[in-house]
């Protein structure tokens, strides 16, 4: 498996979906019923800076883990030259878009003992298991089959 730096696009799509996510719980499809992790809750822009940021440096430790030989003076820098550096801004996303930039991102971070170790990956991994459950029982075709 290769692994690489996601676009700030990517980060961005999650920290705002779950910003969202609490800014309008009635009209929002990305709160599943039992939305209470922590470190996911994003109530302003200054904790939507801080998540996305978070979300990165978790990137870049998941990378670090999968190239162990290389000599990184800035990850970021040599994974993708074109941006360096995270920047945070609002990017709005469909919900199964949402949900695909959040399975992208756990992805690229899953090396070494993150999954087992991080908290971060372990509350974004559960709550991605309970965003997809949430769209798939809002789907119409989920509603339509046969059950018993």
Not at 5 to 14: A, G, L, R, S, W
Not at 113 to 116: D, G, L, R
Not at 123 to 130: A, R
């Given at each position: 498996m290769s692994a690489y730096?996601?676009?700030?696009?990517?980060?961005?799509?999650?920290v705002s979906g779950l910003q969202d996510a609490i800014?309008?719980?009635?009209h929002?499809?990305?709160?599943?019923?039992?939305?209470?992790h922590v470190l996911l809750r994003v109530n302003d822009d200054q904790e939507a800076k801080e998540l996305g940021l978070k979300l990165f440096e978790l990137n870049v430790r998941g990378i670090k883990n999968r190239y162990p030989d290389m000599e990184y003076k800035n990850p970021a820098e040599?994974?993708?030259p074109s941006n360096?550096?995270?920047q945070y801004r609002h990017?709005?996303?469909?919900?199964?878009?949402?949900?695909?930039?959040?399975?992208?991102?756990?992805?690229?971070c899953c090396e070494g003992?993150?999954?087992?170790t991080n908290k971060l990956y372990q509350?974004?991994?559960?709550?991605?298991?309970?965003l997809a459950l949430t769209l798939i029982f809002a789907m119409p075709e989920y509603s339509n089959c046969h059950w018993g």
């Open positions: 730096i996601v676009e700030d696009k990517v980060i961005n799509q999650i800014k309008f719980p009635k929002n499809i990305f709160v599943p019923d039992n939305l209470d040599e994974f993708r360096p550096g995270y990017e709005f996303s469909k919900p199964m878009q949402f949900l695909m930039s959040i399975r992208c991102l756990l992805y690229q003992n993150i999954p087992e509350q974004l991994e559960d709550y991605s298991k309970e």
